[in-house]
């Protein structure tokens, strides 16, 4: 049996290590890019090395813990050295509430001690248990946009100063357009649970595991030299299961022929007993279109966000105080340029310097796409002047890098997830062998990534086997 992987981003490296080593089994990758990885990229930055892409990953998930502990990296995990981080709102870096679920508050009075709300929005937040009488809870099923549960429960101000920041800033999206079952499941349940989100979010903590004995595990994990340490291990044990890795092979089309499946790429054909459609939604909905319109009609339809990172450096003593916590996030009412700016330098402990200062500053999300307009000197002018207001930086920073990723987010409309469900069950009906994976269809972090595509493995395995 010959398995095709297109794509060779964490997505389709997770389906090929799902596949190695599997008796009777052969797998070739595709890869469009000269490198692997997609955007899990690690560059040379001042002096040492930085992730220009994700630079951590859930804890709480299991998926890429467990694929870390299979490639031997568990010993290398790191957690952050802080998890204390603010919002830039009200003209100041004000720290986030505790007790908070994605954002959402639990608790009136620890919202009310760090000044995030205005009087009007704290007072409108205090009377929302009693306002809740008059809702029932979220039907199941009932999947709505996350911005109207939440401004709906708790007012404008609280969603927008608190939830869409945090979940709004994960997604590079608008939370007013985002499904609240598909990118934040765990308000969904909140809002399921009681007609009182307050509550609901206080049962869904509740609910938790209790911390072991030793505290509360890490939230986020990362690896010191860069999270392209996880694509290095992956290429690593691909080669050493005989997984044959093409880069620079664009896949130009996939036909039926027979019981098989002929792909065309750069570099040359390959027949596929299955195929796994491991490429970003724009890539794969063309290459499905032949084969299901339809199918391809809901990819191509989820629209994408594109989002720039800029690296700065500082010699230590630029910095009019020290920086203590993780970083800070911008609510889009502020107006701002950027969208968070992460304190790297203090963040991890194996960047920390006490010559260096590293900062990873977030620019653009879904609907805002004034950096795409700009060149690299405009960007980097106009984001001083924001960290020169936020941080009191006075002085130009020694090393910038910047890196672009274009249409890199996509965005989860309410209804995505019955979407997606019945693109697959028409794939599996009319196609069966070929298997979708990516961010494009249950969540665009690491762990859901790895889950996605070690999950298409075996779909594909299976439906091998039954043809």
């Keep these: 049996m010959h398995v095709v992987v297109v794509g060779a981003g964490i997505t389709g490296l997770a389906a090929a290590h799902e596949l190695a080593d599997r008796d009777g089994v052969t797998t070739t990758v595709l890869e469009a890019a000269a490198e692997l990885g997609g955007k899990v990229q690690t560059e040379p930055f001042a002096g040492t090395r930085l992730d220009t892409g994700p630079d951590a990953f859930l804890a709480r998930r299991p998926e890429a813990v467990q694929l ?36 959402l508050p639990t608790d009136v009075a620890a919202v009310a001690r760090t000044g995030v709300l205005s009087p009007l929005g704290l007072a409108r937040l205090a009377t929302s248990p009693l306002l809740a009488r008059r809702r029932q809870p979220l039907a199941d099923g009932d999947d709505r946009s996350i911005g109207a549960v939440v401004r709906a429960a708790l007012g404008d101000e609280a969603h927008e100063r608190l939830v869409d920041p945090l979940v709004g800033g994960i997604n590079a999206g608008d939370t007013d357009q985002l499904s609240i079952d ?26 938790a595991p209790a911390p072991g ?17 996880l694509v290095q291990a992956l290429d690593e044990r691909l080669a050493a299961a005989g997984t044959t890795v093409r880069t620079g092979s664009t896949v130009r089309s996939i036909a039926r022929d027979g019981e098989r499946w002929v792909l065309v790429a750069d570099g040359g054909d390959v027949v596929a007993d299955a195929v796994i459609l491991a490429a970003p939604a724009h890539v794969t909905a063309p290459l499905l279109r032949p084969l299901d319109p339809a199918a391809a009609d809901v990819l191509a339809a989820i629209e994408h966000a594109s989002v720039t990172l800029v690296a700065l450096a500082w010699p230590s003593d630029a910095m009019p105080r020290p920086l203590v916590g993780s970083g800070f996030l911008v609510p889009r009412g502020e107006g701002r340029l950027m969208t968070a700016c992460s304190w790297s330098s203090s963040k991890w402990h194996h960047l920390a310097s006490p010559a260096q200062v590293l900062l990873r500053v977030s620019v653009g999300r879904a609907g805002d796409l004034r950096a795409t307009s700009m060149d690299d000197d405009e960007l980097v002018g106009r984001l001083l002047v924001e960290l ?14 910047i890196t672009r990723w274009t249409d890199a987010f996509p965005q989860y409309g309410p209804g995505h997830l019955r979407r ?6 028409r794939l599996a009906e009319a196609t069966p062998g070929v ?25 594909a395995l299976r439906a091998t086997s039954q043809a």
């Design 420 to 425: 997606i469900a019945g693109v697959e069950a």
């Design 388 to 401: 020169r207001e936020a941080m009191g930086i006075s002085v130009g920073p020694s090393h910038v890098r």
């Design 213 to 229: 004995p030793e505290g509360p595990p890490p939230t986020f994990y990362g690896l010191p030299g860069g999270m392209a340490g």
């Design 68 to 103: 870390c502990a299979e490639l031997g990296l568990t010993d290398r995990l790191e957690a952050p050295a802080t998890g204390e981080a603010r919002l830039w709102v009200r003209g100041r870096l004000r720290p986030i509430p505790r007790a908070t679920l994605l954002g």
């Design 182 to 207: 598909a990118v934040a499941p765990q308000l969904a349940a909140a809002a399921r649970r009681d007609r009182d989100l307050m509550a609901g979010a206080r049962g869904v903590l509740a609910a």
């Design 435 to 459: 298997v979708l994976a990516g961010a494009a269809l249950r969540g665009v972090g690491l762990p859901a990534c790895i889950a996605s595509g070690r999950g298409a493995a075996k779909v």
